[in-house]
């Protein structure tokens, strides 16, 4: 096990367990709505009313991770929500109305959980442990979303909807019982107001336009987000289901494989690349842009391959993609950690948080509308140009900026 520190792996540990049951409740929720009304409309009712309170909310998340006690709000918020599940389980609260409700204040609780447990991250490791941290506890998340959803359609089968919130709200209590015994301190004032709240988020945006490497780093995250999530959200699964023609277990399949390729990627940083992963990023990244205009041109009517053919050639991109995206996410997810001081971080990276999210549907609706009058290679090629101009730019011109250790302190 990396020597890490207990403070570490108690978070950790928790942070899986509370994981794996929301994963369990996240695949078993949407199968209920389905089998109760037959509705895609209800379903996706459901997933905006976890998202839009989290998107709302996240700026305000962030002062209140600042200004108290993040151990706290960590466990606190971890039994209420373990609280509220046995509730709807124990008062056979699991009308559909009632559970839209449930689903608004998850997410509530959820954005203020999210926001303490970031900022709090980075003071309980060393600095110089920082990579293999964030690599370690993204790791684990990895084996979450796999097992999660397996676990989920089981669970749900055999039990239906009341099993996965009782194991949902069996996990929150268990994640709650790690974060008790981990020993943080964390000293500052109180709101004493309302009005309190938009002076600190401006002091937040304040720091961030200030620190030339910080804006540089967290502008080009957003911005190759922006780029490509919408056509692995969105474009990828109309080509493999619709064009080529992929069974669903093959999609199923092609979905694992990235996940796998997360965790050799996440293992290799563990294990024996560490901090130098900082130094390899632009050199995934160009690697990722390789790997992606090949799956353009297998996309495209230039190449025409048998669909097992396909399948197994995906797979394997499919695996060095992820491990490539282990490459990357870790690096900039520690960088901006090393960043920001702790006294600022949930500010920051609510505020980060909020800029992703709400330019992810963006992309998505405009990817979309695309759909219609382009090709989806068409719109891949698109893309790949615009991210790789984009990378290249960022490499020229900001490349010792982003690398420089002397950026971590504080965003300089």
């Known amino acids: ?27 078993a929720l949407p199968l209920y709505v389905l089998d109760v009304t037959k509705s895609g409309a ?33 466990v606190w918020l971890d039994i209420a929500r373990g609280v509220l599940l046995f509730g709807v389980i124990a008062f056979e609260l699991l009308n559909l109305k009632t559970l839209l409700i449930v689903q608004v ?10 926001s303490a447990t970031g900022a709090m991250f980075a003071d309980l490791v060393e600095k110089d442990e920082l990579t293999r941290a964030t690599s370690t506890v993204q790791t684990l998340g990895i084996i979450a979303r796999i097992a999660g959803p397996l676990l989920g359609g089981i669970i749900y089968a055999f039990g239906g909807i009341r099993l996965a919130l009782l194991i949902n709200a069996v996990s929150f209590f268990g994640s709650g019982l790690f974060e008790m015994f981990i020993h943080y301190e964390w000293k500052t004032k109180e709101l004493k107001g309302i009005s309190e709240i938009k002076g600190d988020l401006l002091e937040g945006l304040r720091f961030i336009k200030t620190k030339r490497a ?35 277990q093959q999609f199923g ?12 990627g996440n293992a290799l940083i563990m294990a024996k690349l ?71 971080r949930g500010r920051v990276f609510s505020v980060f948080e909020m800029l992703a999210m709400g330019t992810t549907p963006i992309g998505m609706a405009i990817v979309g509308v695309l759909l219609e009058s382009l090709r989806p290679y068409q719109l891949m090629i698109i893309s790949w140009l615009a991210g790789f101009g984009v990378t290249l730019y960022y490499f020229i011109r ?15």
């Open 214 to 248: 910080l804006m540089i780093l967290m502008s080009y995250a957003l911005l190759i987000n922006f780029l490509f999530n919408p056509i692995g959200a969105v474009v990828l699964p109309y080509v493999f289901r619709i064009q080529i023609g992929f069974s669903a």
């Open 1 to 27: 096990m990396l020597n890490l520190g207990k403070n570490f792996w108690l978070y950790a540990i928790g942070r899986f367990i509370s994981q794996l049951g929301w994963a369990v409740q996240d695949v």
């Open 398 to 412: 900001y490349e010792s900026v982003i690398l420089a250790p002397e950026a971590e302190k504080e965003g300089i």
């Open 42 to 74: 209800m379903m996706s009712i459901f997933l905006i009313a976890e998202l839009v309170p989290r998107l709302a909310l996240s700026p305000i998340a962030g002062v209140v991770g600042d200004r108290y006690n993040r151990k706290a709000l960590m």
């Open 105 to 114: 204040l998850m997410s509530i609780m959820g954005a203020f959980f999210a």
């Open 253 to 264: 399949a092609l979905q694992t494989a990235i996940m796998v390729g997360m965790l050799l």
């Open 274 to 344: 560490g901090n130098k992963a900082e130094m390899l990023l632009f050199k995934a990244l160009f690697m990722e842009l390789t790997l992606f205009l090949v799956i353009t041109l297998l996309c495209s009517p230039f190449i025409s391959l048998e669909v097992w053919t396909l399948f197994v050639v995906f797979i394997a991109i499919d695996v060095l993609l992820g491990i490539l995206n282990a490459l990357v996410n870790v690096p900039i997810s520690a960088k901006l950690q090393k960043m920001v001081p702790s006294e600022l």
